[in-house]
Structure formats: C-alpha cells, structure tokens
C-alpha cells in the first residue's frame, strides 16, 4: 500500500506537562510516533512511501472558518508579541466566555486562544506548518485514490484531526485531515463514509458533518460518559436536519477486546454499507491496543482482523492516522490494519 | 465600620502554578491576603470585627444554579473517587464542549469541571466550605445594615466573587458574594445598585443581572480586549430585555492613574444617582494600585478619594472585598477606602 508522508510534522512538538484525569502527564503525541510507524512500513515492506504535494487554503476553508484558519496561522506570532513569550514557548488557553453571553470579537491572543479552541493544547511556532502539511498528507493519498489509480493509501497525518472541529482545536488536532479529505471526495461528487476507529470519539469530525447527508460519519469509541472528549459521542447523536441519521456512535465500556470491538465493527460495518457509499475514510487510531495507556484491550493480530474487516466493506479506502501513543506497538499494530486489510482486498 | 469575617477561608488555598499571559505564576489569591487586612483594620482601629451568622442554601440558589451548587459542593469528593487523586489535590479542567453542540448532562468530574468553570482554576478539597462561608460573611454584612441599623459595613469575603457566574466558576471565583447579598437586598424589595471597582471586569455579577432592571451594574476595569476576563467588559453592553439600560461598564486603558479613574468613577456616581437606588452594594477590589502587577497606577492616598466618591453617593452601602493582590498596600488601601467613606459619610 502507498503511504504519504511529510516531515515537517516535526515543527510541531510540544512538551509542557498538562493535566490528564487528575496527573500532570508529558504529551504522548511526539515526533518519534512516525518515526516508529515509518519503521514499521519498512520493515513490513508496505509498499512506497511519497511526499506529499501542496494544495492550498481551499480545501481547508471549505470544512474550518477562515477566522479559525487566521487565528493558527497567526497565533504563535500574536502570543509572543503580546506576552513577550520565547520563541521555543508553548501558546496555551486559559479564558473562557462565560456560556451564552455576548462579546465582540475576540481581540487579544489570551482571549482567541480561549475562544478557538476546547481543551488546553499548546501552539508552538511550527503548529501551522505541521497541521498544514498533515492536511496536504491526507489530500495527496486522496489524489493517489482518486486520480492515482490506488484502491487504497496511507495517510501518515501528524498532528492528527478528527478532534479538530469546524473553528476550534484540541485533543492534539489543529486541522481535521480526515473531515478535509472527506469534503474533498463529496466536491468531486463522490458519497462518502467516515469510519472512526480511534480509542476516542472523533468530536471534531462529527461536528463537521453533524448537518450534512453525504458524509456519514461512524465512530467507535470510549463511553464519553468516563472518557475523553466526554462532551460528544454518545449513542443518542444521530445528526441534525438533513444530516439526521447520518452519524452513528458505538460508544464501548473500558476493558473492551476485540470480541466486543468486532461486534460493534460489525455493526458499523452494516450501517456503512446501508449508507451504499463510493469511498471510506477511516480515521486510524491505535490507542485502542492493549499496551496504550487508555481503556481498550486490543492485541496487535486484532489489527488484522480490523484490516480485514474495513476491506469487506470492498469500497476505495483512504486511511488517515489519527492517535496511537505506545512507541513499542504503535509501529506493528497499524501495519497490521494496512497489510491484513491489503491482504484481504486482493 | 463594622467588619464581617470568618477563618473559613484557610481551607481554599491554592498552590499549583497556572498560566497567565504566557508566565506560570504561582496563584495570587491566598489566605494571607485576609490576614493583611485584618491587620490593617485592627492598625486602623477601623471598627469591631465579627464573625458571620450561617445563611443555608436558599440565597446561593436564588442566584446559583442548584446544578452548580451541588457540583461545587461534590467536586472534589467525586475528583477524588475518580481520579485517585490524593485529598490535597487541586481539582483542574481542562476538556470543554465544542460551542453550540448538544451533549448530553455532564457525567465525568472532569466533564463537570470543564462544564461550570470558565477558566482554569482549581477546586480543593476545602473549596466548598471557605466559598460558602464568604457567602455567610457578604450576607451577614447585610443583615447589618437592613436590621442591625448599620449604615455601612465590610464584608471580608474570601474566596472572592464577582467572576463566578450563575453556573461557572473562574478568576478565583466560586459563589458571587456580592451577587448573593445584592439579590438578598431585592428580595426584601429595595433598587439596588452594584459597583464594581476590580481592576478586572466583573463578569459573573453581570452575567447574573444582565436581563434584570430591579439591580444596575456599573463596573470601572481594565480595558477586556487587553485584560482578563476578555470576553466581557466592553462599553457597549448595556444589558438585555427588561435589563436594558441596566448594565454600565467602563473599559479603561493600561496605565490609569486616578486622574483618568475619577473620571470614569465621577460618571459611574452618575449613573448610579440616575438609578435612584435604595442601597449599594461595592465590588471592592484594590488590584487597581499601582503596586500590584496589573496596568492600573493608583496611589494610596486615591483610596481616599474613592471612599469619599462612594460616601458622596449617600446610600447604604455594602462593601464586598473582591481582589487586591499586593500584599504590602493591600490592607492600606482596603482599609482607605472604608475610612474615607465613613469620614465623609460622617
């Protein structure tokens, strides 16, 4: 299978301790995550791995707010000219509006900071051109799909996305690579089904489309009743208007292995092909291995039974990486996905 | 003048360092800061100082969400079930909502954390009790003047106020004690008018009156498209509905000496005179000293000049202490104001 991927995903990494469930902890989401995965490709012999091509402020402006784009484009610059903060320093939200009350426009960095995003991320001063390049990462697979002649391509996106909502970021996610991807399949007339398979619910994503019919959106996930994003991802969010039954949360208790996973993937995999789409974004995380520190107990030949299941579904396949944070089996379980789903599409 | 204070307040001491304007700063707002001013008053020989009267939930709820205050009350109880962490932790939020989504109740204390704050303060194990307690002393204060024949009194609340909002809590704010005892006050069928002299903008005590016309919010601080709280502040909200007309801020540049600050407080004074209210109620923080480390310059001796342009009113007036952070004058200028207006009131 064909992977693109850039290194400029370099730029962007943080290393500020932040709060998480009641510890301070040291971001997981670094550098040597593809570093690890790219090994893994070798290793493996997946197939090709290209740079990605440039494709411009279009596609992103068509799925984030253009005030949203500004702001991360400008963000590190406006930090450290109106805190006085270093070069090497890590922008960081605190203020919030209060719900429901009015204000204008968000003027000082402090105050966007707050307002665009959700969670306490950090901007660095090369988080816009690594958010940037993850997104031409996901576009040049999708050209590689839809003009390139390949059934299937990897998208090695970091940062990753599908937390990233229409105007605000967290999770890690600046700009939503998947949702980008997606839009861009739909533009050129295409159905298309997003399937999540990330350890957290895809919030980002499934604000993004939460009002659109052409784009369903399928999330496995942790219960955000005791997990992160906690707001969005319960099995009760179906979309709104003409999205409505467009969006399907499979929401999966802590402990979870992959007898209860392949049941809800099987489940999922049904409401895909119901949808009768012409290409499938899958959002790849792997923080549902058994060895993440989160909740899920997946083991790495899971992963190829994952694989296997997404090729049943037998429709053009653009995988777009989205979490996965142990090192040692981050590399192997997503070549498992890649290789087991290859395998079974021949 | 009469003084209200409790020892209460020791079980709310934060310690952790936060982020402010690109800095870690450990907090500011510390038991100590009471001791300072008691010291103050006693030096003074201000006036007899006594401790609050219990007040039970009824006037925190009439202001409060019941919500909020069952969360306040619980948080750390249920942060601590949670999470593991240990008794001496500091409760923090750090996911939020994507705006405008629905979602269902709040589950997960850091889901809840996130929900009712509106910036990243903590919540200790002690919390409850020292916020609760300063809603006793602002209340008590109160009762002072409505049946203890006072004419003013000094309500030495700590945690302060005037940020926390009718279901979130920020700026080291959890119950908004001069809210509480301003609504107390409309109960008992008075017009009454808050003013608020924090440096910062008083954004939580607007927030709960915005759509009222029985209590005017008139507020001196720090311009918000600079300043914290950001979102709120600006000259052009003047309340919504049957509040219209009933709010009055006055943004007022870095740098502000009490030439510009008369200015702005002798047109406040107008406000309030136009408003013909019963009784006042003074959102009283001295971080605007030109010792602090925030953008105003005023001097000791213009505390002086404050007292006597808020005596000038010729109300009933109900002094709530709000921030002031500069150990060294804070217990000076507190103590100026409240002497200057009881000389000039004499």
Redesign the interface.
């Known amino acids: 299978m064909l992977t693109i991927a850039s290194d400029a995903h370099r730029r962007h990494h943080p290393r500020e301790p932040?709060?998480?469930?009641?510890?301070m902890v040291a971001p997981p989401e670094v550098p040597e995550r593809v570093d690890r995965i790219l090994d893994a490709i070798h290793h493996a012999d997946l197939g090709e791995v290209r740079a990605p091509e440039e494709h411009g402020a279009e596609p992103v402006l068509a799925v984030h707010a253009l005030d949203y784009v500004e702001f991360l484009e400008q963000a590190h610059a406006q930090?450290r000219d109106?805190?006085?903060?270093a070069e090497d320093?890590e922008?960081?939200a605190?203020?919030?509006?209060?719900?429901d009350?009015?204000?204008?426009e968000?003027?000082?960095i402090?105050?966007k900071l707050?307002?665009y995003?959700?969670?306490?991320d950090p901007i660095l001063t090369g988080t816009w051109e690594a958010a940037s390049s993850a997104v031409d990462v996901a576009l040049s697979a999708w050209d590689a799909i839809t003009t390139g002649g390949e059934r299937s391509v990897y998208a090695l996106c970091r940062p990753p996305g599908h937390h990233a909502?229409a105007?605000?970021f967290?999770g890690y996610c600046y700009l939503n690579n998947a949702a980008i991807a997606a839009h861009a399949w739909t533009d050129a007339g295409a159905r298309v089904a997003i399937l999540d398979v990330d350890y957290h619910h895809g919030?980002?994503t499934q604000?993004i489309f939460?009002t659109r019919d052409d784009v369903l959106f399928v999330s496995l996930h942790a219960d955000p009743?005791?997990?992160?994003?906690?707001?969005?991802g319960?099995a009760?969010?179906h979309g709104?208007g003409a999205g409505e039954g467009a969006t399907r949360n499979f929401p999966l208790p802590h402990g979870t292995d992959w007898v209860g996973y392949a049941d809800a993937l099987a489940s999922a995999a049904a409401t895909i092909t119901r949808f009768a789409p012409d290409g499938l974004v899958v959002s790849l995380g792997v923080d549902t291995a058994a060895e993440d520190p989160d909740g899920f107990e997946l083991r790495g030949d899971d992963y190829l039974r994952m694989g296997e299941a997404i090729a049943s579904l037998g429709l053009p396949t653009l995988f777009v990486q989205e979490g996965g944070y142990c090192l040692d089996v981050l590399g192997r379980n997503v070549v498992n996905v890649l290789g087991g789903h290859e395998q079974a599409a021949r």
Request: no cysteine.
């Open positions: 932040f709060h998480d469930f009641g510890r930090w109106e805190t006085g903060a320093s922008a960081v605190y203020a919030r509006a209060i719900r009350q009015p204000f204008e968000p003027v000082h402090v105050a707050g307002w995003s959700h969670d306490t909502a105007d605000s967290a919030n980002g604000q939460y009743a005791v997990d992160y994003p906690f707001f969005l319960f009760g969010e709104w």
